[in-house]
């Protein structure tokens, strides 16, 4: 188990043995698989999130994929030995964990353990963007750190929609790889045009994007 504990001037996690956690009414008991290592586990492990856990002792990690190994009250046992994934709540990073039983997802096989383990919390986000912006077809969207999972997976979302999105990366090098490989409008935040983006980023900022209208 990977214990986060914050001081003033640094971040430490240890690793600790612990007894196996019982689910309680309406959870499942999860044998871990794979946990992804979110931007956001880590500003909570620096204590600069949000959520700020209780230390030192709290178990980090906030979305894994595992196999059901028992279940509570009030949950169908029929989701014993199911391979599921899980995001939304606190201690992932160990060998079991527990976790809301409603909030399980079951994933068939063509979905590797890979794409599973970080299939909800980072789409979510991706799809909340759009849906609190209401960007339309054929709208513009820039979005910074388009080279992160929530932009490689707007990528996607945008064409679906039909929306016209436009990518902020730092790089130049992430930028070609952009154009190149995936076909995308993508420049490095040094260029001219993103310096101008970065312009209509002050005048018309609302939440994690920037809608530009039709153009």
Same mark, same amino acid.
């Given at each position: 188990?990977?214990?986060?504990?914050?001081?003033? =001037?640094?971040?430490?996690?240890?690793?600790?043995?612990? $007894?196996?956690?019982?689910?309680?009414? +309406?959870?499942?008991?999860?044998?871990?698989?794979?946990?992804?290592?979110?931007?956001?586990?880590?500003?909570?492990?620096?204590?600069?999130? &949000?959520? *700020?856990?209780?230390?030192?002792?709290?178990?980090?990690?906030?979305?894994?994929? &595992?196999?059901?190994?028992?279940?509570?009250? +009030?949950? $169908?046992? !029929?989701?014993?030995?199911?391979?599921?994934? /899980?995001?939304?709540?606190?201690?992932?990073?160990?060998?079991? =964990?527990?976790?809301?039983?409603? +909030?399980?997802?079951?994933?068939?096989?063509?979905?590797? $353990?890979? /794409?599973?383990?970080?299939?909800?919390?980072?789409? =979510?986000?991706?799809?909340?963007?759009?849906?609190?912006?209401?960007?339309?077809?054929?709208?513009?969207?820039?979005?910074?750190?388009?080279?992160? /999972?929530? +932009?490689?997976?707007?990528?996607?979302?945008? *064409? !679906?929609?039909?929306?016209?999105?436009?990518?902020?990366?730092?790089?130049?090098?992430? !930028?070609?790889?952009?154009?190149?490989?995936?076909?995308?409008? !993508?420049?490095?935040?040094?260029?001219?045009?993103?310096?101008?983006? /970065?312009?209509? $980023?002050?005048?018309?900022?609302?939440? =994690?994007?920037?809608?530009?209208?039709?153009?």
């Amino acid at each position: 188990t990977l214990f986060p504990y914050t001081t003033l =001037f640094r971040s430490v996690l240890t690793t600790r043995e612990t $007894d196996k956690p019982a689910p309680a009414a +309406g959870e499942a008991l999860l044998r871990m698989v794979l946990s992804p290592i979110h931007n956001h586990d880590l500003w909570t492990v620096r204590g600069n999130y &949000g959520y *700020k856990p209780e230390l030192p002792g709290a178990i980090g990690g906030s979305e894994a994929l &595992g196999i059901v190994e028992a279940v509570g009250e +009030g949950v $169908d046992e !029929a989701l014993i030995g199911k391979r599921v994934t /899980a995001a939304g709540f606190h201690g992932a990073w160990a060998e079991y =964990f527990t976790a809301p039983a409603a +909030g399980l997802l079951p994933l068939p096989e063509a979905i590797s $353990d890979e /794409a599973g383990a970080q299939l909800i919390a980072m789409p =979510f986000s991706a799809l909340s963007l759009l849906e609190t912006l209401k960007v339309g077809e054929g709208e513009w969207l820039i979005q910074t750190a388009a080279n992160g /999972a929530v +932009g490689k997976i707007m990528v996607g979302l945008a *064409k !679906a929609r039909g929306i016209k999105l436009l990518n902020l990366v730092r790089r130049e090098g992430a !930028a070609e790889n952009a154009r190149h490989r995936r076909g995308e409008r !993508a420049f490095h935040r040094r260029c001219g045009l993103a310096k101008q983006g /970065a312009r209509v $980023d002050r005048q018309r900022r609302r939440g =994690f994007g920037h809608r530009l209208g039709r153009r």
